[in-house]
T-cell receptor, first 115, second 111 residues
Framework: GAGVSQSPSNKVTEKGKDVELRCDPISGHTALYWYRQSLGQGLEFLIYFQGNSAPDKSGLPSDRFSAERTGGSVSTLTIQRTQQEDSAVYLC?????????????FGPGTRLLVL | AQSVTQPDIHITVSEGASLELRCNYSYGATPYLFWYVQSPGQGLQLLLKYFSGDTLVQGIKGFEAEFKRSQSSFNLRKPSVHWSDAAEYFCAVGNTDKLIFGTGTRLQVFP
């Protein structure tokens, strides 16, 4: 079956603009995650959805970052008033269920460059 | 605090040589441990995972890892590296909700 897909694959924006990043999880996966991968920083957890609710938003770096998930499927990560330090690869992952034995499957990421 | 340390930023090996990538973790409870690989321009792929039981786990592509509780380590090994193994490798620790990743080790393979 299809894997996790993300769009766009690349995004270049100007400082101060808003951007929306989209994630389509694997069909039927109830858990969805957003991570950020900055150069030399590894992967940083941002937010986690179970269904449409977000029990853990602890990784969102500022109030400029928000995310929503609708219909238990597609998720959108929105960054308002982008800053240069927001430049990174944003990765989405989904998991069939919340159980720890379940594997997180990652999408290819959206590479964001803020000029 | 929960954390993962991968002390080697970059490792270079010759094709056919053995490989060990180090991972140390700090976690308050029984850890669930993972190794992922990221090839250039691609997403992360799970190599193997440890939850409980046998401390030596086998993964895909001929990789294995050993959980050593006394050393808080989960090192990844492969007896003979192939050129196609060149990639970035991430160790992670997690629970039900989220994964905490190390900063990664970039593997370069020389012919």
């Amino acid at each position: 079956g299809a894997g996790v897909s993300q769009s766009p694959s690349n995004k270049v924006t100007e400082k101060g603009k808003d951007v929306e990043l989209r994630c389509d999880p694997i069909s039927g996966h109830t858990a969805l995650y957003w991570y950020r991968q900055s150069l030399g920083q590894g992967l940083e957890f941002l937010i986690y959805f179970q269904g449409n609710s977000a029990p853990d938003k602890s990784g969102l770096p500022s109030d400029r970052f928000s995310a929503e998930r609708t219909g238990g499927s597609v998720s959108t990560l929105t960054i308002q008033r982008t800053q240069q330090e927001d430049s990174a690869v944003y990765l989405c992952a989904s998991r069939r269920d919340r159980g720890p034995e379940e594997t997180q499957y990652f999408g290819p990421g959206t590479r964001l460059l803020v000029l | 605090a929960q954390s993962v340390t991968q002390p080697d930023i970059h490792i270079t090996v010759s094709e056919g040589a053995s490989l060990e990538l180090r991972c140390n973790y700090s976690y308050g409870a029984t850890p669930y441990l993972f190794w992922y690989v990221q090839s250039p321009g691609q997403g992360l792929q799970l190599l193997l995972k440890y939850f409980s039981g046998d401390t030596l786990v086998q993964g895909i592509k001929g990789f294995e890892a050993e959980f050593k509780r006394s050393q808080s380590s989960f090192n990844l090994r492969k007896p003979s590296v192939h050129w196609s193994d060149a990639a970035e490798y991430f160790c992670a620790v997690g629970n039900t909700d989220k994964l905490i990743f190390g900063t990664g080790t970039r593997l370069q393979v020389f012919p």
